[in-house]
């Protein structure tokens, strides 16, 4: 067994290309595009054209997956609370 105390997250260096960021919320219109608008605030460098969503088996929820070049934890952190902040994103990953 491992001590607990010996394992660190893994570090990140920034800048950080292709960070993927995945979004898990209630599926319906818009929410794809909602999720884009919230991270361009942060990233404005996104490309829309790594966007990759995927229904849930129910067809209740929606995840969506981008691509942005992370700065920071600053920037992660802001974008997740943006996220939050909108009441459709259950989870951010």
Avoid: W
């Avoid at 260096?13 to 319906?28: L, M, Q, S, T």
């Avoid at 919230?38 to 054209?49: F, K, N, T, W």
Wanted: charged share 25%; hydrophobic share 40%.
């Amino acid at each position: 067994m491992t001590d607990t105390d010996d394992v660190k997250a893994p570090k990140i260096e920034f800048p950080c290309e292709r960070y993927p960021i995945k979004v898990i919320g209630d599926a319906g219109e818009g929410f794809a595009d909602l999720v884009i608008d919230v991270i361009q605030r942060h990233a404005p460098e996104l490309d829309p054209g790594t966007l990759v969503t995927r229904d849930s088996s129910n067809g209740r929820y929606l995840s969506v997956q981008v691509l942005i070049t992370a700065t920071g934890v600053e920037q992660l952190q802001a974008i997740h609370v943006d996220l939050r902040a909108t009441g459709r994103v259950h989870m951010v990953l």
